[in-house]
Structure formats: structure tokens, C-alpha cells
């Protein structure tokens, strides 16, 4: 079977139904907003602009369920708890029990996951559970009590919780991949704003706090400098985008820059990391590097692979699926600025 990807007027008519389950949708926890943004993540990651039906494994977005709830089980840092994410009075919700103690610890998110690859089997586990259990089959669910309905627009799904534990993957329909790559920006904003209104709304303790949204979605930054070394030699002690010598240390020149912009996708692996001088960092600040230093980048991801994914100290400790998610992201990020 051929498909086509979505015309402008698909594109729009899709982003109408995201805001229909957003307006319209019950929302007895803050599952449903997680999930949007997980499917969002793995359509720009995994997905391309065909308008081909994608197959999501269920584990894939257990990953992006963990990490998108990851820095909210810590608790607020103003208040000194942890805020509601559910309207049961009597327990938190069970994502936020789920990942406990461990959000508590180490200097990142990406690095948290790393060292918490022991438990992983455990948590996507319990995660899948919560999700068929919670979300999964009610994330499409528009009108209120008594009209309630299925719209379905997205994937097709069992009918209730019970048939969901045998359910290991789902389907986005023809053309929902194309459509959420090409409105990322767009439905990310929507749901982050209708996520941290839910939030605010049932925890009063809030007040009129303005660090809510950072807190909520602000992806944290790796403490990226302590690669400088390694990338200083790796790039055999220059600028990766323009040449120039670097010198390490508190007076040097070097900084370690995200090749793809922080401000357009946040992904620090390693695999994103380059080093440059400060001037031409400062100068390029959010903006997309040429086509030509994109494609120095990939080859550098592929000539340095090995290193890239070896241990710590002497290799970077990248995981080895950053790899293609760095291309896939890339891909994406170019692709869209075209268009825009």
C-alpha cells in the first residue's frame, strides 16, 4: 500500500483533534499529557515524513514515559515536596513511586539513566503496567461522563484495561508520525501548557509560583565541561566548527557546545557534544550549523563510534542507541527549519 504524507490541511485538522482531547478529555491524572509527549519524542526519533502507519513497541514509550517524569518525583525545590500529579488524595500517583528515590540521585538526567540500567527491566516493567492500567486506552477518550467516546485518530486500541496486558506494541495511523513530526513545537506547547495548569490547579500550595513550568519541563543540562578533555583530544586541540587552537582550563578558550541546539531538541549524549572556542559558540548561539559541519558531525559520530560508547574514563560512556538518535534528530531538525 502507498501513502502520501499529510497535506497542510491534514496537518491542521489533526492538530484540531490533539486540542479536542486536550479541551475536551478527562483528566483524572497527568498520564494522557505524558503520553502526547512521549508519541511526540519517538515520531521525531523514530518516525519519518511519509505518512506511513509507525509501530511503537510499548517498552519504547515506558523509556519516554520514565524519563518525561523522571525530574518531577523530586520534590519542588521552593516548597520542599512533592507536587500532585493525579486527584487521588490517598497516594501519589504511581509513576511518581515508581521512579522514588532514584530521580534523587547523580548529576543529570541522562546520567541517572545510566547508572539506574540495573533496575531498568524492573521500572519499564512496572511502567508498561501503569500505562496499559492508566492511560493507554484512555488517552482518545473526548465528551464527558455518560457521551463519553473513543476518537481513535492516533492508534487503534483494545477496548478496555484487561485486553491491554497482552498488547506489546501500537500502530500510528497513516499519516499521525508525519503530522506530530511537523507540529512538534506546536502540540508540545499546548500540552505543556494545559499539563502545568493541571498542576497548578491541584496543588494549591502552589500560589502564584512562576518556576513551575522550568521545573516541570526544563530538561537539565549535563555537566557537559567535564567531556572537554576528551573532545579536546579527540578533535586533536581545535575548534570543531571553525579550526581555531583551543586551550583547556578556567582561562582558556574551549567550550563544550551542543552540535544539534539545546534550544531545538534537548539531547545530551555525548554523541551531540563538540568542542569550540568560546567567540564562535557565542556567535552561533541557538542557530543550525551549516550542512557542511552537519555532515563533519556524523562522520565524526561514525569514525569515533568505538570511543564514543566505551567506558568512562578512557571512552565517552555514550549509549550506543544515541547514535542513531542523533542522526534521526538531526534529520529532523534540518528538515524542519526547511520547511519553516
Known amino acids: 500500500m502507498s501513502y502520501t504524507p499529510p497535506s497542510a490541511a ?37 518516525g519519518d515524513d511519509s505518512g506511513q502507519p509507525l509501530k511503537v513497541d ?7 514515559f520514565i ?11 521552593r516548597l520542599n515536596t512533592v507536587l500532585k500529579q493525579n486527584l487521588d488524595a ?32 524492573r521500572l519499564l516493567r512496572d511502567t508498561r503496567k501503569t500505562m496499559a492500567k492508566d492511560v493507554l486506552y484512555r488517552l482518545q477518550t473526548v465528551g464527558r ?97 571553525s579550526g581555531t587552537r583551543l586551550t583547556l582550563g578556567a582561562t582558556g578558550n574551549a ?5 544539534i541546539p539545546w534550544a531545538r531538541y534537548p539531547f545530551d549524549s555525548p554523541f551531540n557534544l563538540v568542542l569550540a572556542s568560546g567567540r564562535v559558540n557565542q556567535r552561533m548561539r541557538d542557530d543550525l550549523k551549516p550542512v557542511d559541519l552537519r555532515r563533519r558531525w556524523l562522520a565524526r559520530n561514525d569514525e569515533h563510534f568505538d570511543q564514543l560508547v566505551a567506558s568512562e574514563p578512557q571512552g565517552f560512556g555514550a549509549n550506543k542507541a544515541d547514535h542513531e538518535t542523533a542522526r534521526a534528530v538531526a534529520h529532523w531538525v534540518y528538515e524542519t527549519a526547511e520547511a519553516d
Not at 150 to 175: E, M, N, V
Open 145 to 241: 461522563t455518560g457521551g463519553e467516546r473513543s476518537a481513535q485518530f492516533i492508534y487503534s486500541h483494545p477496548a478496555d484495561a484487561h485486553r491491554w496486558t497482552r498488547q506489546k506494541s501500537i500502530t500510528l495511523r497513516a499519516g499521525v508520525a508525519a503530522s506530530m513530526r511537523h507540529l512538534r513545537s506546536v502540540i508540545a506547547s499546548m500540552v505543556q501548557a494545559r499539563w502545568a495548569r493541571w498542576v497548578r490547579d491541584n496543588n494549591q500550595i502552589l500560589g502564584p509560583d512562576r518556576s513551575l513550568d522550568e521545573f516541570l519541563f526544563g530538561a537539565e543540562r549535563t555537566n557537559v565541561a567535564r567531556y572537554a578533555k576528551r573532545l579536546h583530544a579527540l578533535q586533536g586541540g581545535r575548534c570543531f566548527y
Open 90 to 121: 490517598r497516594a501519589p500517583a504511581r509513576m511518581i513511586t515508581l521512579i522514588g528515590q532514584q530521580s534523587r540521585h547523580a548529576e543529570s538526567q541522562w546520567r541517572r539513566w545510566r547508572e539506574y540500567q540495573g533496575d531498568m527491566e
Open 255 to 259: 567550550e563544550v557546545d551542543h552540535f
Open 10 to 46: 491534514e496537518h491542521l485538522a489533526f492538530l484540531a483533534q490533539v486540542e479536542r482531547l486536550l479541551r475536551e478529555g478527562r483528566f483524572t491524572s497527568t498520564y494522557k499529557f505524558a503520553l502526547l509527549l512521549a508519541l511526540l519524542n519517538i515520531a521525531v526519533e523514530k
Open 58 to 64: 510499548l517498552d519504547e514509550i515506558a523509556r519516554q
Open 67 to 77: 524519563s518525561i517524569y523522571w525530574g518531577m518525583a523530586r520534590p519542588y525545590p
